[in-house]
């Protein structure tokens, strides 16, 4: 703010004026013992009236500067009104307010203290100097005795020089601050005291007069309701920026979420689309909001309006309703969507708020999920860790289990391609079916061969009988199956079973691996299916023994295989003991 430009006053002119009659007078006088000499004189009381009227003049001056003091506080109030209603900001105001009692009453310092949100505390808000610098907290010396006399009174506290002042001499802060002329008012609104200004001069005595002490108390009272204003603004202004940031924050965890969100109004009209469901849909923001809710959702499905109806009409709730459905620019989606009414803090339904979870690609997954556990066995799909996997194994005891088809060869030269490979699927299938019914893995099929093991990477304490077991179910199925079959498509397994340890685990690159298991039991089981006739199980003597309790079996005659030192010894497994003759 700038300050008043100083120019003449009535008062300074009375002074000059009176001074002139003054000058007058004074040569007059002199003039007069001229005039007698010569035995003349001045007309009786002109002396007289010029004195007078040098008097009336000086007394007029002094009227005239009261005049003008009181004009200059009531200029510089209207002033200092302008400025602190100009500005919401509560610092701005407040160093206004600071500057401007400085410059009215002479002070060297003012400072001006609030009470806290809470009411309590006073807290010292503004601290300026007579360069219109703020203060550091070190440099806020007062006298807290006269601040709490102006609380406690509510009256403006008017010391001349606190220092000689009986009423504050004594005080340790009035003596090691070297304070002197103090003035201390009160500030109230609604007859609620809010706070104090304090102004004081520490190298002049007798600066406060009751004069100063009026202007302030008539300039708290203009500031006390501006400050008050800004106080409040910067309190609603904080509040809103705190929403603003909350809600900046919803809208960013509202954008985050996975789920597609929609919400209508009452009027079935799109108010609020995250960016989600912009994905999900192939559509943007601009293109669904204040749109009809029915209309976007119908091409998706067609009982959806009804459904939205529901929700409206009935409070109804549909959760995890699956829709298949075309969107251009994507293909072919699954998605799920829950409906359910969107109610306001009074329980008034006011539109729709529909949740979007697109299950396209989970949908594909699950799908190739289950091509590969076609594949391999489920368990040992559930037993891989993708991020962890690591080429190489570990040594494991398991039973092998290997099954050829019989004369495919020769049957394959007189089929087309397309029939040979379905009549082959059928084989392959049923002895899948028997080797996942006892929990066994099946490594590979191996053109029309059939690899598998048992208790890898599920520990199974039966694993050899399981083995036997599911050999015997596979002679069972292709029993079965033989009756849906033409007499040239009947076709037999030729069964090896044996145990050992083996190397179990991932081999390959990479880029390829390929979970299988190596060693000279899985050689062994190879040998044995290799040398099995149609329709024949052929087992181990180790294999056997741990089972021979539980099947029914007749020796045949040792296998001579390639890379054995002596022939293995072997049973054909005619089927499984019964429960009475076991027990």
């Given at each position: 703010m700038s300050l008043p430009t100083v120019r003449p006053s009535l008062g300074d002119h009375l002074l000059r004026i009176s001074r002139v009659v003054e000058e007058l007078r004074v040569k007059l006088e002199r003039f007069r013992e001229t005039l007698q000499r010569a035995q003349l004189d001045l007309p009786i009381g002109v002396l007289d009236n010029l004195r007078q009227i040098a008097t009336t003049l000086?007394?007029?001056?002094?009227?005239?500067?009261?005049?003008?003091?009181?004009?200059?506080?009531?200029?510089?109030?209207?002033?200092?009104?302008?400025?602190?209603?100009?500005?919401?900001?509560?610092?701005?105001?407040?160093?206004?307010?600071?500057?401007?009692i400085i410059h009215l009453t002479g002070a060297e310092r003012a400072f001006l203290m609030m009470r806290d949100d809470g009411g309590g505390e006073m807290e010292t808000l503004a601290a300026r100097n007579w360069e219109r610098m703020s203060l550091d907290e070190e440099e806020i010396q007062i006298s807290d005795t006269i601040v709490e006399q102006a609380i406690n009174?509510?009256?403006?506290?008017?010391?001349?020089?606190?220092?000689?002042?009986?009423?504050?001499?004594?005080?340790d802060s009035i003596v090691s601050f070297a304070l002197r002329s103090i003035l201390c008012v009160p500030l109230n609104i609604k007859g609620k005291l809010i706070g104090v200004i304090y102004a004081d001069n520490r190298a002049r005595e007798g600066l406060f007069q009751e004069n100063e002490c009026k202007l302030l108390l008539d300039f708290a009272n203009q500031a006390a309701v501006a400050l008050e204003n800004a106080r409040l603004f910067n309190s609603v202004k904080r509040s809103l920026d705190e929403v603003s940031e909350l809600k900046n924050l919803m809208e960013d965890v509202f954008n985050s979420i996975v789920s597609g969100v929609l919400t209508s109004d009452s009027e079935d009209l799109i108010t609020l689309c995250n960016r989600a469901a912009e994905n999900i849909l192939a559509?943007?923001?601009?293109?669904?909001?204040?749109?009809?809710?029915?209309?976007?959702?119908?091409?998706?499905?067609?009982?959806?309006?009804t459904k939205i109806d529901q929700v409206e009409k009935e409070d109804k709730r549909f959760r995890g309703l699956e829709v298949q459905t075309e969107i251009s620019d994507r293909g072919k989606?699954?998605?799920?969507?829950?409906?359910s009414p969107l109610k306001t803090a009074e329980d008034t339904t006011r539109g729709v708020a529909i949740v979007v979870d697109d299950l396209t690609e989970k949908r594909r997954l699950e799908a190739q999920r289950r091509l590969f556990e076609r594949m391999v066995s489920p368990a040992v799909i559930d037993q891989l860790d993708?991020?962890?996997?690591?080429?190489?194994?570990?040594?494991?005891?398991?039973?092998?289990?290997?099954?050829d088809i019989r004369g495919f060869t020769a049957?394959?030269?007189?089929?087309?391609?397309?029939?040979?490979?379905?009549?082959?699927?059928?084989?392959?299938?049923?002895?899948?079916?028997?080797?996942?019914?006892?929990?066994?893995t099946i490594d590979k099929f191996l053109g029309d061969a059939v690899m598998a093991w048992f208790n890898a990477p599920i520990p199974q304490k039966d694993h050899a009988l399981r083995a036997v077991r599911a050999a015997i179910a596979l002679k069972s199925s292709v029993k079965a199956l033989h009756?849906?079959?033409?007499?040239d498509m009947q076709l037999s397994f030729g069964i090896g079973i044996h145990g050992g340890e083996a190397l179990l685990g991932l081999v390959g690159t990479q880029r390829r691996v390929e979970y299988t298991a190596i060693g000279d039991c899985v050689n062994t089981a190879k040998r044995l299916q290799e040398n099995a006739a149609a329709g024949q199980i052929l087992i181990s003597q180790e294999t056997a023994k741990p089972i021979l309790k539980s099947i029914e079996i007749v020796a045949v005659a040792p296998v001579v295989a390639e890379g054995k030192t002596h022939p293995i010894e072997v049973y054909e497994v005619v089927g499984l003991v019964s429960s009475s003759k076991s027990s």
């Open positions: 000086v007394e007029l001056q002094q009227e005239a500067d009261a005049h003008e003091q009181e004009r200059r506080n009531l200029q510089a109030l209207s002033e200092i009104g302008q400025v602190v209603n100009s500005s919401l900001d509560l610092q701005t105001v407040l160093n206004e307010v600071m500057d401007t009174s509510g009256d403006a506290v008017l010391t001349t020089n606190a220092q000689t002042d009986p009423r504050f001499g004594k005080q559509t943007t923001r601009q293109v669904l909001l204040g749109t009809s809710l029915r209309q976007q959702l119908e091409p998706l499905s067609e009982d959806l309006p989606v699954d998605l799920s969507l829950n409906l993708p991020d962890a996997l690591q080429l190489g194994g570990q040594r494991t005891q398991i039973t092998t289990f290997f099954a049957f394959s030269e007189k089929k087309k391609p397309e029939k040979l490979v379905a009549v082959l699927n059928q084989y392959l299938a049923a002895a899948a079916e028997a080797i996942l019914c006892e929990e066994g009756q849906e079959l033409p007499g």
